[in-house]
C-alpha cells in the first residue's frame, strides 16, 4: 500500500507542510518519504508553488531522506514537531537536489 500526498496542500504556501500529512501517516501506519526534484532547464509557472516541468533532455535529480515513520500513539498536540520535522526534511532533500544539478 502506498498513499501520495504534496505536504503544502492545494492552496500553499508553497514549502509549508500541513498536518494533514502527520494525521495521514499516523492514521495509516506508513511511513513518510521526504523527496527533493530540481531539474534543468525546465519550465515555471507563474503559480503560487512555482510547479515547473521539465523540457526534454533536461537533466533531473532527485533526493530522497530516510523515511519517517510518524507513530500511532503521537497525540493531536504532538503534531507540531512531526509537522516541522517532515517539512524540515523535504527542505533539506530540496536544497542537496538543487546542489547536485
Known amino acids: ?8 496542500g492545494p492552496r500553499g504556501p508553497a514549502r509549508v507542510c500541513k498536518p494533514g500529512v502527520v ?9 513518510v518519504h521526504p523527496i527533493g526534484v530540481a531539474a534543468r ?3 515555471r509557472f507563474p503559480s503560487w ?4 516541468l521539465p523540457l526534454p533532455f533536461a537533466r533531473v535529480v532527485w533526493d530522497y531522506a530516510p ?10 498536540d504532538a503534531v507540531e514537531p512531526w509537522r516541522a520535522r517532515i517539512e524540515a526534511e523535504i ?3 530540496q ?5 547536485r544539478l
Open 1 to 8: 500500500r502506498s498513499l501520495g500526498l504534496l505536504c503544502d
Open 23 to 31: 494525521a495521514a501517516a499516523r492514521a495509516t501506519g506508513l511511513p
Open 41 to 43: 532547464p525546465a519550465l
Open 49 to 52: 508553488d512555482q510547479a515547473f
Open 67 to 76: 523515511p519517517l515513520t510518524v507513530p500511532r500513539e503521537v497525540e493531536r
Open 91 to 93: 527542505a533539506a532533500a
Open 95 to 99: 536544497s542537496r537536489a538543487e546542489a
